[in-house]
């Protein structure tokens, strides 16, 4: 069922037409609110719009940025037909780092390689050599580049063996952050030139790109970029966890008819909000996750499974017999979930709601990735984009495997 959003038309007109061609973080953004909708009349279901944002929609008719293959010193500019794609890593057929053809890290080095003025990254670890000599390339082409990680799984870890990727860069001169806390700076995502985000689960390393399942998302969109860049300089600012400010009111675009929401963890209460989505669904549900042990989310999923709505989903093993998992919670309650089937990792962090609605990002279904860590996630309504996401759900299903009996003890 696809949603139809209710879009205030006020001074769409008027804004548009005054939009200044580039803008600093540092300005009021201007966005469009737009509620998800199961039906044409229901009340809104993502963060209440308390305040009275201004609206507007920018356009999405710009230039995308190029794109090219090589590293390089000048990027060659090759234009691109739409305003999203999206990857999926498969490690069953490309799982050699040696190899780069075809693989997730090929599209990010396009992207890399194409930039014209800013890189900004807020990514969670790195061991990909080849992204490292793209990422100082581009500083050496006059590209402003800045990365923020984790401090225990990004600089700190970058003293192992297979890593050194971030001193490859900082002795390039590319600057390198950390958060220097003990919660973890979780997000995957990238900025390329103000126009084009990167994110979803994949972290930058070998495991992520070749062993584990995950998934990218690529967005080109200034009215999106402008959202990620100020979250980016949040962190850059060191304003990390629950006391940075929230702007989740704002964090809206409509794409070509797509709307699109943006929420960061801690300050945004992620968690609830797919709640209230999850409460909205009519049809099916399904899910991909690396850890779930948020037991409200479940229970919710469990609900709307009661009320005869279609659930499904794929746990990664590792884990998914933990005290804190709420498989088993699934499971007992005769909603159907299986274990991935996967020898490293499922990786996602995926819900498809309805055919339509798709969740992506870097936060894992639990209370210390909404509450504690810094993370992103995106919403938004697009058949055509849900389609590839429910396909690469039941390319997983079907390599997963159903518990075992004696996994788990229902009460």
């Known amino acids: 069922m696809h949603r139809k959003p209710f879009i205030p038309l006020i001074l769409v007109f008027i804004l548009a037409a005054c939009i200044p061609g580039n803008f600093s973080v540092t300005d009021t953004p201007f966005v469009t609110p737009i509620p998800f909708y199961a039906s044409d009349t229901p009340a809104p279901i993502i963060v209440p719009l308390t305040d009275t944002p201004v609206p507007i929609i920018v356009p999405v008719t710009d230039t995308p940025a190029p794109i090219i293959v090589p590293i390089t010193d000048t990027p060659v500019a090759v234009p691109t037909a739409r305003w999203w794609d999206v990857y999926f890593t498969d490690p069953l ?30 990514s ?27 401090d225990k799984n990004g600089l700190d870890y970058d003293i192992q063996p297979g890593r050194g990727q971030f001193a490859l860069l900082t002795g390039a001169g590319i600057e390198v952050k950390d958060d220097a806390r003990s919660a973890l700076m979780h997000n995957k995502f990238w900025i390329f030139d103000n126009h084009t985000v990167w994110t979803g689960s994949t972290n930058i390393t070998v495991n992520g790109v070749f062993k584990q399942n995950n998934n ?12 990620y860049e100020r979250e980016f300089q949040e962190l850059w600012s060191n304003q990390f966890g629950p006391r940075a400010p929230s702007t989740a009111n704002t964090q809206w675009a409509i794409l070509e008819g797509t709307p699109i929401q943006v929420l960061f963890s801690a300050e945004d209460s992620a968690v609830n909000n797919l709640i209230a989505l999850v409460n909205d669904a009519q049809v099916n549900i399904r899910f991909l996750a690396f850890s779930f042990t948020d037991y409200p989310l479940a229970k919710a999923m469990i609900d709307r499974a009661a009320a005869g709505v279609d659930v499904k989903g794929v746990y990664e093993t590792f884990g998914s017999t933990s005290t804190g998992s709420e498989m088993k919670t699934f499971w007992c309650a005769g909603v159907p979930v299986r274990q991935d089937g996967n020898p490293s990792f499922l990786h996602d962090k995926i819900i498809i709601v309805d055919n339509s609605i798709v969740v992506t990002g870097s936060l ?31 390319k997983l299903w079907n390599q997963a495997h159903d518990l075992e009996p004696g996994t788990v003890a229902c009460q």
Do not use: C, M
């Open 216 to 227: 990218v998302l690529v967005i080109r969109s200034t009215d999106i970029a402008f959202i």
């Open 93 to 122: 057929t490309i799982n050699n780092p040696d190899v780069i053809a075809g693989s997730v890290e090929e599209k990010l080095l396009q992207l890399i390689n194409s930039a014209q003025t800013s890189i900004h990254i807020a």
């Open 364 to 394: 894992n279904y639990s209370s210390n990735a909404d509450e504690s860590n810094e993370e992103n996630v995106v919403i938004l309504d697009n058949v055509e984009i849900a389609a590839l996401y429910l396909q690469e759900f039941e």
């Open 124 to 150: 969670f670890e790195f061991s990909l050599t080849p992204v490292a000599e793209a990422l100082i390339a581009a500083k050496n082409r006059g590209v402003d580049v800045k990365w923020v990680t984790d």
